[in-house]
């Protein structure tokens, strides 16, 4: 591109930017034009390491630590952080840590570098040119979020039009060595409040390991996720799982599907969760229209960001579709903002956001995240996320670090 392309192109997407904000600003708010506007200077990108507490096993492989990328975004005296959730391979997603870095550093974070932006919302408009790569957006618009919020002294969950001020958490447990070591993990989360237990199946640890955790709980509120691990020719098997009072089964088929869902959710009694297929509110729509689900799971990388997923969460509630927060075993950066993103309206199912200590023994926000003993996170009222970012820790962590300036 000649620089006379690239100013068109950026000319082009601020006007588009300026023409959203504009729609959508709330009347209370349209007067104060350039309040607060920040001038997008620095983009530093990092790769910290944290070893889980306990292995995470789902139908695509078992997990032992994590390689987190954490992003800040820094201008007018603010430093927002955002968590990028692509994994360490790309097998729940296409994205993962090697290919969300250079997509940042090449593409995105030009994209916002040297612009005024004054609110987090305006981040979607700006990136609109790369094609996919959510949760590689989605880390930077939420460390937008979190400026803006910083920047209006808010509590982030009130800046995203939350209402709850506190939020039902659920666990997801993963695939175990044996049968015991699973009822021995659901006794422990029972025990500590969590609300509803979601266990991960594959053929193989499906109905049999149903049959015994119903056996010693039959009244819980008991969840499924498969991730894809079975196809519509196995309507029968999963069929089976009729008879255990589930809340839902999570994504029995293909990730990308939402039409074969539809044909099978038709076939069963439990109702489907969606995750993997909506990667935006035009998802949402089909597949509510469908009838290939009746709850949706957000994931705010999965969908791209704060601006997308409260989309998602708007269609559903329109459509008397419950929502709840999925989790991708963040650390407490991550963590926060889905706890922000759970105190919205129509998130009335537990979510995957559960404390702190579940992951790691020692997390980089404070306080850690925690779960009261009736299984509720509550929300803090301070500024931005209620959450203190442990820089020195997070240095400690780091093994590569990357920072973008404009130009
Ligand atoms: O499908 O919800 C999923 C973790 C990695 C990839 C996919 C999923 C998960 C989880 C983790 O279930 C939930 C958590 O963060 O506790
Ligand atoms: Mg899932």
Redesign the pocket.
Known sequence: MTGFEIALETGFSMMRAVKETVDTLPSDAAGESNAGSMKIEAITLREVQMPLVHF?E?S?GRIYSRRILLVTVEGGGLRGWGECVA?ENP??SSEWIESAWPTITKFLAPMLLGKTVSQGREAPALLLQVRGHRMAKAALENALWDMEAQEKKQPLWKLLGGSRTQIPCG??I?IQDSHEQLLDKIANELAAGYRRI?L?VKPGWDVNVLEKVRARWPDITLSV?A?SAYTLDQTEQLREFDQFNLLMI??PLWNDDIYYHARLQKQLRTSICL??SIEHARDAAFAVEAGACRII?I?VGRVGGFSEAKKVHDVCQANRIPVWC?????SGIGRSHNIALSTLENFSLPG???ASK??WKEDIVDPEVEVSREGFISLRDEPGTGYRVREDLIEKLTVKKEVVLEG
């Not at 999925?326 to 963040?330: C, K, P, R, T, V």
């Open positions: 995470f789902t695509f994994g097998f729940y666990v997801s993963g979601k991960k996720d991730n999570e994504q995750d993997e799971n994931k999925g989790g991708m075993l963040e995957d956001v559960s579940r992951y």
